[in-house]
């Protein structure tokens, strides 16, 4: 075979010249045209939204329906596999056809070639020397070969002889049997190939035909052979290959068609096979939502004894389990609250006969000695520190039963204010502090539980002014949104690193050897607690080791409103780290004045600083997103309380594990 039988085979793939687009590069740009300030940022966002509206249903089923994901992929992987395997089976077969009609027709191209050069080799050359009636010999001896090779192919195949000399093929006696058009059937490839060699060239082609029938492919097979007069021509046999693509196009539609009911069957199995597993985790599911809605009386229903009924028996006595151990827990609990709860009430009987005689003996302790004068107060100070204990364990066992009731009106946080600190002043003076008010030139109002708001702000107060070595104490009030704050403000001795943390747990104490001068209980802040809990709001508490400490008290100014965040930061302005960036950015700021030389103006007298005041406008920085934070490690930084999105958080953190400092 020589190089003209190098030509591609009818029905060969092509080759890919592009792909498309990946998840990474025509997606993430279209992403980045969706943000702000992208070129055209809202309108194509008003696109992306008008089509993803009705993609969202079925993204939804497909994160939600583990069945539809496992079926969705067994159908993609069943039809991958369908698609491979109907490749290379028909790739096989197409090859197969090719092959076998190769090999026929060159072994009948062959038979053909020889029976010509055996007829030209037989056939005397015509008389006369005159070269048209050579010519009309020859174009005869062609026709006559033409039709006598032609006639044993019953429609296999055609016959073509054309002339050698010159591309005028009319004229010197070109041939074809079947109506065949030599002229465009014949590839010039295959004839500059055909003349230039004596081997036999192939090549496929379209068969084009002069009757007006369709065209249709085939493989030609061509020989340069002498006539009887010893002209050479060009013989050509034409083999269509119509049958072969007939054959193939139907070993293809039932190829799709069997593929195709696979795909189908596999995802029916498949729909089938899941769904035996995917029920049975479904009802599991059910049910212990159910049980995670206090519905400890719900089981799983077992059948069966495969490993779907073992998890069911494994998950029921998980469930009885769990519901055994929250009855002890709730007897327990119970019992503690009514033990708690019996004994403060006993115990007021006898601590009132106490407290008759007590009073009794430090009215007359003027007549006693020395020593006993003193017993006699130190029995009368216990004795109303042991009634504040039993008031703040009773307080404690109604939130613990859930008996703590709410009896909001709309209160102007001003004038609690200011109950609280005529309360605390006789404390200040003694240990030499000053209490401030900021931001009371405006209504802070709120719906809110005039006693208990009272209550907290008083255990507030107390301890900044108790802690604060006798500095001024800051009381703080803001408004914004839908919240309202109170933060009370010292610049005592701080809090260690973790004492943030611990700082609501019941009896806790920064420094157990610290003396209780104004005879607390250690349960203020673990009620304080409770009390901004029960109005829906927010106590939390942020300190530093030696630069005092910020509790600040968030309310919704309507009952029941979720807050969102607070008007307050948490952390105040003057603390260490914000006092640190201040001084960081007023550098940064000087260092890009030009410098000066001493002799060009002369030094002017810088004035002392004067103390800054706090401002009493509601600091915007205060408000969500604000960056704030409360800081629980000096060296290490501290926890976000920024806005909306920390402050539910820091809350629940600050309620649940702890904070500063005990009363």
Sequence with gaps: MSAGSTAPKPGDPGVRTGRAAGPGRGGSRFGRLLQDGAPGGPA??????????????AVRLWRRNLQVRVVAGTLLMSLGVVLLLGLVVIGQVRNGLLDAKEKAAQSQAAGGFSAAQDKAATTPSAPGGQDGGRAGASVNWRSTLV??????????FNVVALSLETGNTASRGARASGEVDPTTSIPAELRHNVAQGTSTFQQPAR?????????????VIGKRLNDADGTPYE????FPLTQEEDSLALVKTTLATAGLFVVVLLGAIAWLVVRQVVTPVRMAAAVAERLSASGLQERMKVTGED??????????????????????LEDLSRMQRRFVSDVSHELRTPLTTVRMAADVIHEARVDFDPITARSAELLGDQLDRFESLLSDLLEISRFDAGAAALEAEPIDLRQVVRRVIGGAEPLAERKGSRILVVGDEQPVVAEADARRVERVLRNLVVNAVEHGEGRDVTVKLAAAGGAVAVAVRDHGIGLKPGEATRVFNRFWRADPSRARTTGGTGLGLSIAVEDARLHGGWLQAWGEPGGGSQFRLTLPRTADEPLRGSPIPLEPEDSRRNREQA?????????AVPAQSAGEHPALPVPPRMPSVPRATVDPTAL????????ARQATGADDDAGAGSEPMASTRAEQEGGTRGR
Excluded: C
């Excluded at 194509?44 to 249903?57: D, K, M």
């Excluded at 068969?207 to 493989?219: D, F, R, W």
């Excluded at 001084?583 to 260092?591: D, Q």
């Design 44 to 57: 194509f966002r008003l696109v992306a939204r008008w089509v993803r509206r009705p993609l969202l249903p």
């Design 147 to 156: 039709e006598q090779l032609a006639s044993g192919g019953q429609s296999a």
């Design 207 to 219: 068969i084009h035909y002069t009757s007006g029938k369709a065209s249709e492919p085939g493989l």
């Design 235 to 238: 013989l050509y046999y034409l």
């Design 307 to 328: 490993d779907i009924a073992r998890l069911g028996e494994a998950f029921n006595k998980m469930a009885q389990t769990i519901q055994l151990k929250i009855q002890q």
């Design 583 to 591: 001084a960081a950015s007023a550098g940064t700021r000087l260092a």
């Design 624 to 631: 969500p997103g604000s960056g704030a934070r409360v800081v």
